[in-house]
């Protein structure tokens, strides 16, 4: 029986989702996965490390899967239609993805910030049709947030509520399906540890749901800067913790207990000193010619510690982290000495920690 002309599945409003979700499913199969690499380290330890380089997507970040995520969720619960003016409270590269894909579906953007963003991000944000709106505190971007989309009848995506339900945890091509097929080939197709850095905790949440949904002996660590207030929050079980005090690490740490952050599926969490994650950004690149930004040195600084665990148990086997986004976008910033020296960010010891570790293999930090 044909579906009467003006049944809702024909309403303008449903056509236009519709085709919403065909451009962005559409976009989705034109793009490839991104790389795994294997970064080389010394033989004998009998690991091996793999990275994967979340940098390669379209956006140049891993958000681009969170942003397609939460435009698909938004989208299927009614909260996006034609016209609406997308806000998102973001560190930055949550906002450049949400910002390309506004633009795709030519929707309205508006990202709520910290004045600290880097201009990098801030001009990637523009250059996708968005707008930035700044706050001097990293507190004030949800009310800031919900104000602005009540002011224009908009939609707040919250990625801090809602990262870790937008994203299918089972599978569906998801990060962590991703990696386990791009290792099928190798020694040890089953990693000892995942290390992840958590900004909502919904890429954590995903992995660690995956991992017991699949069954797989695989640990998950998740890496936390000084300030962020989920470290102190898993360790001490506290729900309420809160540190009130903004990240120094781009893109990861909260200065609160976020929605979307599951203490539940963490097997181990590791505070990362923030200078120690530049030394680790920028031994990366010596090391592989990789460049990345701040958050996968802090990654990388959990990893370190973790391998040399294995390597003094005689443990064989595999980890992998991710590369979140490319140093480019940290030039004035993290790739500045000057900015780092002003921050007090120089990485000094904790090069000297990462010198140490690769000719002897033991963890001194």
């Not at 996006?80 to 949550?94: F, H, K, N, P």
């Not at 707008?131 to 505190?137: A, G, Y």
């Not at 990625?159 to 945890?169: G, I, L, V």
């Not at 729900?239 to 009130?244: C, K, M, N, P, R």
Request: a negative charge; one cysteine or more.
């Amino acid at each position: 029986m044909d579906t009467p002309s003006n049944s809702p599945a024909n309403s303008p409003s449903r056509e236009w989702t519709h085709k919403a979700l065909r451009t962005i499913e559409a976009e989705n199969n034109r793009s490839a996965d991104t790389h795994l690499y294997s970064i080389p380290l010394p033989e004998q330890w009998g690991v091996q490390l793999y990275l994967k380089d979340e940098s390669c997507h379209r956006t140049g970040s891993l958000k681009h899967r969170l942003a397609r995520s939460l435009f698909l969720f938004g989208l299927v619960n009614g909260w996006i239609a034609e016209g609406t003016t997308i806000v998102e409270a973001s560190s930055g590269s949550t906002a450049v993805s949400e910002a390309y894909f506004a633009q795709l579906l030519g929707l309205p953007f508006v990202a709520v910030m910290t004045r600290s963003t880097s201009a990098e991000k801030v001009t990637l944000i523009e250059q996708y049709g968005g707008r930035c709106h700044f706050v001097d505190r990293a507190e004030e971007v949800y009310q800031a947030a919900a104000d602005i989309a009540r002011s224009t009848g908009g939609h707040y995506m919250d990625q801090f509520s809602y990262a870790e339900r937008a994203t299918d945890w089972r599978g569906n091509n998801n990060i962590a399906e991703s990696i386990f097929d791009q290792l099928a080939l190798e020694e040890h197709p089953v990693p000892r540890w995942i290390v992840v850095g958590a900004g909502t905790g919904g890429t954590s949440a995903t992995i660690g749901r995956y991992l017991r949904y699949h069954r797989h002996a695989t640990e998950l660590a998740v890496v936390d800067p000084e300030n962020s207030a989920f470290y102190g929050a898993w360790h001490n079980r506290d729900a309420g913790h809160t540190t009130g005090m903004s990240s120094r690490i781009e893109g990861i740490g909260r200065p609160r207990m976020e929605p979307s952050f599951v203490p539940a599926v963490i097997d181990t969490m590791i505070q990362v000193p923030d200078a120690a994650s530049v030394a680790a950004m920028e031994h990366l690149h010596a090391l592989t010619g990789l460049s990345a930004g701040p958050s996968t040195g802090t990654n990388l600084w959990g990893v370190w510690q973790l391998v040399a665990g294995m390597v003094a148990r005689g443990e064989r086997g595999s980890v992998v982290t991710l590369m979140c986004d490319g140093g480019e976008r940290y030039a004035g910033s993290y790739g500045n000495p000057a900015w780092l020296a002003e921050k007090g960010l120089e990485p000094g010891a904790h090069a000297q920690t990462l010198e140490s570790f690769f000719a002897t293999g033991r963890w001194e930090g």
